[in-house]
């Protein structure tokens, strides 16, 4: 069975999903982009040498946690594609609040051994408590924090306007287009404040292109990449195979860009 399938028909089965609708339509709508980092517990096992499916619940514990982030994320930066818009806001949270519940008991009733099962219920709640920190950052605008960068892209790029040009947020392009000297810095403050129409939010993203703010962002990218990629190959492991192809994936966005305008990917990747 393919795995997203199989996480959303376990976690469907499992108490209270079943009896809570908005459970149930948020695990689809999660499942449905097919999230890869919900395959780094199986990858991480099968390079340590052992089978994949030996770290099944560590997949539905990610996919849990991940749901609850989502929501919290989505209520801070008033997406108006967020959950919180169908069900309120006090449902969302207790939603979130719920899968990350979900998540926690998922591996302290599994079969693997106490002391391990303690390790992973560790790390998650550190996970948590590190990314509960960074939204707290995030919701605050620290000058110079790189947070979510292929989010910051996304949401900085789409149309209509993010959440993030309305409320005045501080994603990484917009930070480094009115923080940066460059000839039309001024202009872009000033489109910055009408992003809501269409006309000048096109305008200010044809200035996060032409000032460097896009390339800035896939330079970071891409030296996350380099150090994540040599870190895999620096791992006593006996298959590394899983982890690089994973790592790939995430790199395609940008080879597909550069490929397009006959950039030398090669070269750039090493």
């Known amino acids: ?20 609708p908005d459970m149930q339509r948020l695990i689809r709508r999660a499942v449905a982009p097919r999230p890869p980092h919900w395959q780094l517990p199986l990858l991480s096992c099968q390079a340590a040498g052992g089978a994949k499916e030996q770290a099944f619940e560590a997949a539905l514990a990610i996919a849990c946690l991940q749901m609850g982030i989502m929501l919290v ?80 892209l996304g949401d900085t790029m789409a149309t209509p306007a993010s959440p993030d040009w309305m409320t005045g947020r501080t994603t990484l ?57 040599k870190l895999v190959e620096s791992l006593p492991i006996s298959e590394r195979s899983g982890l690089e192809h994973l790592l790939a994936e995430q790199e395609r966005p940008v080879e597909e860009l550069f490929r397009a305008l006959a950039v030398d990917v090669a070269a750039l990747m090493l």
């Not at 997406?79 to 449902?91: K, N, T």
């Not at 079969?111 to 990314?131: F, G, K, Y």
């Not at 489109?191 to 800035?216: K, M, N, T």
């Open 1 to 20: 069975m393919d795995l997203y399938e199989h996480i959303s028909e376990s976690l469907s089965r499992l108490a209270p999903v079943p009896d809570w």
């Open 73 to 152: 994320d989505d209520l801070l930066d008033e997406d108006p594609r967020g959950e919180h818009v169908q069900i309120g806001a006090p449902a969302a949270a207790n939603l979130a609040c719920a899968f990350q519940a979900l998540g926690l008991g998922i591996i302290a009733t599994s079969p693997a051994p106490a002391h391990a099962r303690l390790q992973v219920i560790e790390s998650l709640n550190q996970m948590m408590l590190d990314t509960a920190h960074g939204q707290q950052m995030d919701i605050q605008n620290p000058q110079g924090e790189m947070i979510q960068i292929h989010d910051d």
């Open 173 to 229: 392009p917009i930070l480094f287009a009115q923080s940066v000297v460059h000839a039309e810095r001024e202009r872009f403050l000033e489109l910055r404040q009408q992003a809501s129409d269409p006309v000048c939010l096109v305008e200010a993203q044809a200035i996060l292109l032409r000032c460097g703010a896009v390339s800035y962002c896939i330079d970071q990218l891409l030296q996350r990449y380099r150090q994540a990629r």
